[in-house]
């Protein structure tokens, strides 16, 4: 893989539906994962096998029809979960097993009641029962985030050696700042023993609105691989939402990182995401919300219908939507009324204008927005045409 090729690993059909009341069924699973597959990411991580027959079976017949994206399963860093994955995954062209343990203080204490040995002795049979059914093996060190740095090298350091080909690095609470998460890839970068054989990946939620931040500052540091959902969806308040890394990469050029996606399938591919689950995807939504590319204030309506880069950073077409959208409010100016007016084939002169937009201004005190038909209505009550 190129030092500059961002791996995208996909968990919408995993971590997205930790989402409470968003269960999908394996039907609907393939659907996105054959749309998925046609985006372009890299990893596709399917679901838990062992966790239940339907998730098992999710998995396997994802694994039947991908052809290519690795097809990933999750797993604890316990021998039947491992033999389960391994048993689901066994029809992936490029099958990956993701395996691992918390690596926190507060994991060992409290959720393991171990000690700090005991638990890369864990990880190191898991992975290396792991790789004993697949040669790609994924370790994720849970709560990476708050493990002390130099622990986290030697757990890293012991599982490269029981043959991971991939480093999950989760910010499992979504608790770091990017200075901190990116330090954290460095720090990792420069004193862990064979990291060059293997890709360190970030995994970031959004319980302080992170994420995406942190998912970038991790790649600048060092990472090539985020994982990331459709919609930035997931447990809480969700991960590092995929349409935005693609795009932050896509319109940062100067940093000299790419991905495989195809970004024009972004915006119909969250639709589906979101119809599927039932869940309601914000308007103000980063890349996907349906104001993305709508504008309402005269001041950017005029800035845009003159040129489209004055308020845009983004070409719409580059996400799969059609046009921006002058949106007409109490808020919007001439210009924005005297081009929605030529769109429905009325051209109006300066004087006409000005007549109709008083008018204009009435009407639209009285609605949240003006639409198409209400434009005829207000023509037609301003009587510029006898």
Known sequence: MSNTQIQIFD?????????????????QKIIIAKQLDLLGVDIIEAGFPVSSPGDFKSVEEISKIVTNASVCGLTRSVENDIKVAAEALKYARKPRIHTGIGTS????????KSNKDAIIERAVRAVSYAKSFVEDVEFYAEDAGRTDNEYLAKVCEAVIKAGATVLNI?????????????????????????????????HCHNDLGLATANSIEGIVNGA?????????????????????????????????LDTNINTTMLYGISQLVSDSMGIYTQPNKAIVGANAFAHSSGIHQDGVIKNRETYEIIDPKDVGVTESAIVLTARSGRAALAYRAKNIGVELTKLELDIVYAEFLKFADTKKEVLDTDIHQIIETSKIYK
């Open 224 to 256: 090539r691989q985020i994982e990331c959902t459709i919609n930035g969806i997931g447990e809480r308040a969700g991960n590092t939402a995929l349409e935005e890394v693609v795009m932050i990469l896509k319109q940062h050029p100067y940093l000299n």
């Open 11 to 27: 968990t919408t059909l995993r971590d997205g539906e930790q989402v409470p009341g968003c269960k999908l069924n394996t039907a």
């Open 105 to 112: 203080d507060s994991h060992i204490i409290h959720k393991f």
């Open 170 to 202: 989760p910010d499992t609470t979504g608790y770091c700042l990017p200075q901190e998460y990116g330090a954290k890839i460095k720090y990792l970068k420069e004193n862990v023993k064979g990291i060059d054989k293997a890709i360190i990946s970030c």
